[in-house]
């Protein structure tokens, strides 16, 4: 199986711009639940809240490490591009599909999170 290296260098730059993506998205469901918290002080919204607030934290710690992950990944095509100018062995490919996989999963986890965050919101406010 081989891989234009070009290729693999667009789909993980792809990958680091969707990271920056959901940073910036984390941030705004953050906002939101710092209204809600403010809003709202009985113990069963604070206990959602604080809920939320430790599904962020988990969620911005992953992001981080795939993002420093896609970077180990960009440098390492980068390496493999000096090596040999246009396709790369199948060891390398295989790799990058469990990358892909990584951040297909990162994606499916942000949606739930989303969804269950938004869920939270319509039923508070």
């Known amino acids: 199986m081989k891989a234009s290296l070009a290729f693999l260098h667009h789909q993980i730059t792809d990958w680091q711009r969707e990271t920056d993506f959901y940073r910036h998205e984390i941030s705004i469901l953050e906002k939101r639940l710092q ?3 403010s809003k709202n ?4 919204i604070l206990a959602h ?3 939320f607030q430790n599904k962020f934290i988990i969620t911005k710690e992953q992001l981080d490490i795939l993002k420093h992950d896609l970077s180990k990944e960009q440098l ?3 390496e493999k591009a000096k090596q040999t100018p246009e396709h ?3 060891k390398f490919v295989v790799r990058h599909y469990k990358m892909q996989e990584r ?3 990162f994606n499916s986890a942000f949606a739930d999170l989303r969804f269950e965050f938004n869920s939270f919101l319509s ?3």
Do not use: Q
């Not at 002080?41 to 069963?44: A, K, Q, R």
């Open 123 to 125: 039923r508070t406010m």
């Open 88 to 90: 790369i062995n199948e």
């Open 103 to 105: 951040v297909k999963n």
């Open 49 to 51: 809240v604080e809920h």
């Open 35 to 37: 209204e809600v918290a």
């Open 76 to 78: 390492g095509v980068e």
């Open 41 to 44: 002080n009985s113990h069963e």
